[in-house]
């Protein structure tokens, strides 16, 4: 790292000294913060994070609508057959009953044949023996294997999005793609990524596995925890501190465990279907050329770069996954009756389908949405986190709300999908980042720029001037901050005085065309509120963690809502359009806190009703078995 750039002081770490944060996570926070500003630099101006759709359409005057429609999906028929051949891989392995092994893990058997099919190559470069497959292509194939077999289609993502595919790819120099790439494109080296420590989970700045240069190796010691795909032979990144600086080695781990190398196993629920498990190194001598270097920034900055991806990935997988809980509950409701009916024609039930499919369209939306940009050149962060964080969500509130709750009893058998999976369904809530911390990085980069532009100068004038609390009726005050408040001041008059332009949308029908005028409007209106939530708390407002993640929810779902009504805009089937008009009045109505009206329950049994006649596309998936028959 240059000189410069190590004296430079973050936004963040500017913000919490002025508000009087004790001086060590003043440091901690910024070092986070560094780490995000060098992201940013790794993409062209255009691309960054301020001129991301979602920034622009809360800060800009007037929606970039172009910006929130996603790009066709046109897969180039040498990768389709790709994701075919892997596809029939994993169903040829599903119908013989043999995708586990007796200990539960996915088989050696269907990852080397999965590496066969091209599988594992699917974002490697062409070059070095991959597919080059474009991430508006990736992004929703991973919803189809998550149909099949979502363990399968989070490996690809752990693989290829977090693992040591994205940093190697965008990170290592031409010797270093050369010597790994071929082979985690074949899958002779499967890959995971090693940054979560015992003592540092969302404060990466706990990091304390270090690597030491010992002539022409460097010497790794430290504890990993919770990484998943972990297992002797594979191929990882590792985030160590080297000099006190984050670094990423590339790790070829040993065959077998050793006094070296060894795997920290423990009992956990989720991800029962792979390896998760924290590695112990102690004086693991690893080569020195295998150092990755990010050019600007440090470890972090690699591990910040393919977390977007996996979060992209981990919506679209969520899709599917939900789209097997859809496939499990038709059958069901048809075959289950109360007092002589089916409850497939039940109010509760058809509100719990057609509330499924609307979760089902908005993730599918998000996916092609940041999937899109994604391929644009976006760095995409703050969009990728909405997908994140709704797609988790969303997966969860299914999984307990309308699955559970409509095979009731039966959900707990073993072997029901609810019950053998249940952990699988809520662990998406907290790995890629817990969502509530997520949302609070959300309102960060919303308010970065807002902040560094207005309130930090203020914030200094009023430091420098020995002032806590500003009183702007204190003629003293006033005087501090007649510098620093004129830009601020003049920004305030031009949004209460000056109009915005409407929206141009295309061709849409009315009601989804409503939506998404009514999310455009609101968008519009949230930097006076967000604005005026950091003048009220200014300095503090670190401290008021509940007021931001109010507010960045509150923004996420009105992307959401603009989002998911542009896509479904597009599709031809009519159930599709109708569950997002229904996924969108949800939003809507949490934002505002209202009561759902009639008209709302008489949609939305409607459209429960067309999914329970089998009209939802893309849930041609044998279901599970129903448990406990009787005899009608």
């Known amino acids: 790292m240059k000189p410069e750039e190590q004296q430079e002081t973050s936004f963040a770490e500017t ?3 002025l508000g009087g944060k004790s001086a060590d996570e003043a440091r901690r926070t910024g070092a986070i913060d560094t780490a995000d500003d060098q992201v940013e630099k790794l993409f062209q101006p255009q691309y960054q994070t301020a001129n991301s759709p979602a920034h622009r359409a809360v800060w800009d005057r007037g929606i970039p609508v172009e910006l929130f429609e996603s790009a066709p999906q046109n897969t180039p028929p040498e990768i389709r057959q790709v994701m075919d051949d892997s596809l029939e891989v994993v169903r040829g392995f599903k119908k013989d009953k043999a995708i586990t092994d007796e200990k539960g893990k ?55 999005c977090i693992g040591a595919v994205d940093p190697v790819s965008t990170f290592g120099n031409e010797e270093q793609k050369q010597r790994y790439l071929p082979k985690l494109a074949s899958g002779e080296r499967l890959s995971a990524f090693a940054l979560t420590e015992p003592c540092a989970g969302s404060d990466l700045t706990a990091l304390r596995t270090t690597a030491t240069l010992d002539g022409d190796h460097y010497v790794l010691n430290g504890e990993k925890l919770f990484i998943t795909n972990v297992v002797p032979g594979r191929t990882i990144g590792v985030v160590c501190l080297i000099d ?36 112990i190194f102690n004086n693991l001598r690893v080569p020195k050329e295998n150092l990755l270097n990010p050019g600007k920034g440090t470890g972090l900055t690699i591990a910040y770069h393919g977390l977007n991806l996996g979060r992209i990935s981990l919506c679209a997988n969520a899709a599917g996954t939900m789209r097997l809980m859809m496939a499990s509950m038709i059958p069901w409701v048809h075959f289950r009756e109360t007092y ?20 089902i369209v908005a993730s599918d939306a998000l996916v092609a949405w940041c999937s899109t940009l994604i391929d644009a050149g976006y760095r995409g962060e703050m969009e990728c986190i909405i997908a994140k964080i709704f797609g988790s969500e969303s997966q969860k509130t299914a999984a307990i709300e309308l699955f559970m709750k409509t095979h009731g009893g039966r959900s707990f058998l073993h ?15 907290i790995y890629e980042g ?51 408040l004129a830009p601020y001041a003049g920004w305030m008059m031009k949004e209460y005085m000056g109009g915005k332009p409407r929206p141009q949308f295309p061709q849409m029908p009315d009601n989804l065309k409503a939506h998404a005028q009514w999310a455009a409007d609101h968008l519009q209106d949230m930097p006076l509120k967000i604005s005026g939530t950091m003048r009220k708390h200014q300095l503090k407002l670190a401290d008021r963690q509940c007021r931001m993640s109010y507010l960045s929810q509150n923004v996420q779902d009105l992307m959401t809502i603009l989002c998911t009504a542009l896509y479904a805009a597009k599709q031809d089937n009519e159930t599709v359009r ?38 939802f596309p893309g849930v041609g998936v044998p279901p599970d078995e129903i448990m406990m028959r009787y005899d009608k």
């Open 15 to 17: 913000a919490l000294t």
């Open 106 to 160: 996915i088989r050696d058997e269907v990852l080397k044949g999965l590496g066969e099919a091209g599988y594992w190559g699917l974002l490697v470069d062409k070059k070095y023996g991959g597919s080059s497959t474009p991430f508006r292509s990736f992004a929703p194939f991973l919803t189809e294997m998550a149909m099949v077999d979502p363990t399968l289609a989070g490996l690809a993502s752990v693989h290829g």
């Open 244 to 279: 006190e600086v984050p670094n990423v080695l590339v790790v070829d781990l040993p065959p077998e465990e050793n006094e070296q190398f060894q795997l920290r196993k423990y009992g956990i629920w989720a991800l029962k279907h792979t390896y998760n498990q924290g590695i």
């Open 340 to 359: 002589g009916e089916p409850i497939s024609k039940r109010e509760l039930v058809q509100r719990r389908l057609g509330k499924l499919a609307g979760m």
């Open 415 to 429: 072997g029901h999908m609810f019950g053998d999976n249940v952990h699988e369904y809520l662990a998406p809530c």
């Open 434 to 484: 817990e969502g509530e911390m997520l949302g609070m990085a959300f309102f960060k980069s919303l308010v970065k720029k807002h902040g560094t532009q207005f309130f930090e100068p203020i914030g200094k004038a009023l430091h420098a001037a020995g002032i806590k609390k500003p009183n702007p009726f204190n003629p003293a005050h006033a005087w501090a901050l007649k510098g620093a």
């Open 578 to 615: 109708a569950a997002a008009d229904i996924a969108c009045r949800d939003l809507k109505r949490g934002i505002l806190l209202t009561r759902p009206s009639d008209r709302y329950f008489r949609r939305v049994t409607e459209v429960g009703a067309m999914v329970a006649e089998g009209n």
